[in-house]
């Protein structure tokens, strides 16, 4: 799964890819944030991304990711999901 860097203005919901940033992919980028994520909206107006993340680091610093979800996601959360409730 693909994604970028984004910038998200939460009063007017405008995103945007933030300049500079190039395409990393998606599982790197949850491991390099301890699996700090959760999924802000829907993304309709963006060519290739269909959702919105925000990533969390160890000093509470937030980040912005745009991302191409497919079934490797879903596969990937219900794989967490029982982890964390013990029935891997």
């Known amino acids: 799964?693909?994604?970028?860097?984004?910038?998200?203005?939460?009063?007017?919901?405008?995103?945007?890819?933030?300049?500079?940033?190039?395409?990393?992919?998606?599982?790197?980028?949850?491991?390099?944030?301890?699996?700090?994520?959760?999924?802000?909206?829907?993304?309709t107006d963006i060519e290739d991304y269909t959702g919105l993340f925000e990533c969390v680091d160890d000093q509470n610093n937030k980040y912005c990711y745009l991302v191409k979800e497919d079934k490797a996601l879903r596969r990937m959360k219900r794989r967490h999901f029982y982890d964390n409730l013990g029935l891997d």
């Open 1 to 43: 799964m693909k994604s970028i860097q984004a910038e998200y203005d939460e009063a007017s919901k405008a995103i945007t890819i933030k300049k500079d940033s190039k395409i990393e992919n998606w599982v790197l980028v949850c491991r390099r944030f301890n699996d700090d994520v959760s999924r802000i909206c829907d993304v």
